[in-house]
């Protein structure tokens, strides 16, 4: 299984991005998805997920302006990010996991400048 997520970069505080992950090696709507986060010295942490039938659930540091999304036939999921805040900066990396397996992606980078 691969995970290649992309869509990261520089945006200004108050911008947005929209992260995708696209997996292979796998049948993507079968997994559950995740997107995770790690800034610099600290843990990583999660920011939004979203099940195989389709149950969302956000994180407080996401909810209200991430949403979360997936494409089962594209095998893409995607997380679009609005209003975004300095201390968002972090790597994002997506999570694929099915009956207690779990896959990482390499990670995305994301700036937010004040």
């Known amino acids: 299984v691969q995970l290649q997520a992309s869509g990261g970069g520089l945006v200004q505080a108050g911008g947005s991005l929209t992260l995708s992950c696209r997996a292979s090696?796998?049948?993507?709507?079968?997994?559950?998805m995740a997107w995770y986060r790690q800034a610099p010295g600290k843990q990583r942490e999660l920011v939004a997920s979203?099940?195989?039938?389709?149950?969302?659930t956000y994180a407080d540091v996401g909810a209200g302006r991430f949403t979360i999304s997936r494409d089962g036939i594209n095998q893409v999921g995607r997380l679009q990010m609005n209003s975004l805040k300095p201390e968002d900066t972090a790597v994002y990396y997506c999570?694929?996991?099915?009956?207690?397996?779990?896959?990482w992606g390499k990670g995305t980078q994301v700036t937010v400048s004040s």
């Open positions: 979203i099940t195989n039938d389709g149950s969302i």
């Open positions: 090696g796998t049948i993507f709507s079968l997994n559950d």
């Open positions: 999570h694929l996991s099915r009956a207690g397996t779990g896959y």
